[in-house]
C-alpha cells in the first residue's frame, strides 16, 4: 500500500513483558514520527526520526522506551517491562521533510493493552 | 498552561448545514503553524487544513475553512455543507518554529467529537 503501515494492529500483553510496535512509512519520506494517543485523548509526541537519527526523543516518557531506524525507512518502538499506563495507541508518522509546514502521514495505528 | 485548547468535547450538526470547531492555543513563538486532522473511528489521523502564522490569507481546502484570528490566538475549523461521512474526531494541532526549520513536534488538543445528524 502508499500509506503508512503499522503493525500489529492490536496488540495484548501482560504487566512486565516487552513489546515491539513496527512502522513502515511511506517510501521516500525521510522524516519518521511516533505518538502516543490514550483514550479521550489528543496524541502526544513521543520520537522523531530524521533518516536514521532520533533527533528529538524529548517525549518519551522514561527509558523503558526505546525506537531505532536502521536504515532510515523502517522503525520499530520498544518498550520494556511494559506498566497497565503504557496502554494505549501508538501512532506513527511520516513527512517528506523535517519540520516546516510539511504535512504528518499517519499510520492507523498499534492499540496496545497491558493487562 | 495548555498550548492547544477545544472546548467542545461534542458537536452536532445537520446534515447539509456549517458547523464551527474551535481552536484557541498559546505560543510565544513569532513562527508557528496551526493544523486541522481528523480522525474517523478507524483510527487513521488525516490531515485537512495548514494555516501558518504569516499567512495573510485564512486557509480553505475544498469545504474546510479555517477562521485564524492571529490577536485572538484562535483557529477555528470550519466545515460548510455537513456531510454524513464527516462524523468523526477532530483534532487542532500546533507546530512551533515554523521558519527557522526546526519545528517536528505536533502539539494537539483534546478533540471535538462531531456528529452529523439526517
Known amino acids: 500500500g502508499a500509506g503508512v503501515s503499522q503493525t500489529p494492529s492490536n496488540k495484548v500483553t501482560e504487566k512486565g513483558k516487552y513489546v515491539e510496535l513496527r512502522c513502515d512509512p511511506i517510501?521516500?519520506?525521510?522524516?519518521l514520527y511516533w505518538y502516543r494517543q490514550s483514550l479521550g485523548q489528543g496524541p502526544e509526541f513521543l520520537i522523531y526520526?530524521?533518516?536514521?537519527?532520533?533527533?528529538?526523543d524529548s517525549g518519551l516518557p522514561n527509558d523503558r522506551f526505546f525506537a531505532v531506524r536502521p536504515e532510515g525507512s523502517v522503525s520499530t518502538l520498544k518498550i520494556q517491562r511494559t506498566e497497565r499506563g503504557d496502554s494505549a495507541v501508538y501512532l506513527c508518522?511520516?513527512?517528506?521533510?523535517?519540520?516546516?509546514?510539511?504535512?504528518?502521514?499517519f499510520g492507523e495505528g498499534s492499540r496496545l493493552t497491558v493487562l | 498552561a495548555q498550548k492547544i485548547t477545544q472546548t467542545q468535547p461534542g458537536m452536532f450538526v445537520q446534515e447539509k448545514e456549517a458547523v464551527t470547531l474551535d481552536c484557541t492555543y498559546d505560543t510565544s513563538d513569532p513562527s508557528y503553524g496551526l493544523f486541522w486532522y481528523k480522525q474517523p473511528s478507524s483510527g487513521e489521523m488525516i490531515f485537512l487544513i495548514y494555516?501558518?502564522?504569516?499567512?495573510?490569507q485564512n486557509a480553505t481546502e475544498g469545504r474546510y475553512s479555517l477562521n485564524f484570528q492571529k490577536a485572538r490566538k484562535s483557529a477555528n475549523l470550519v466545515i460548510s455543507a455537513s456531510q454524513l461521512g464527516d462524523s468523526a474526531m477532530y483534532f487542532c494541532a500546533m507546530r512551533e518554529g515554523i521558519l527557522t526549520g526546526g519545528g517536528n513536534k505536533l502539539t494537539f488538543g483534546t478533540g471535538t467529537q462531531l456528529k452529523v445528524e439526517l
Open positions: 526520526f530524521q533518516g536514521t537519527g532520533a533527533a528529538d
Open positions: 517510501s521516500g519520506h525521510t522524516a
Open positions: 494555516q501558518g502564522s504569516y499567512d495573510q
Open positions: 508518522a511520516s513527512s517528506t521533510s523535517s519540520g516546516g509546514t510539511g504535512e504528518l502521514f
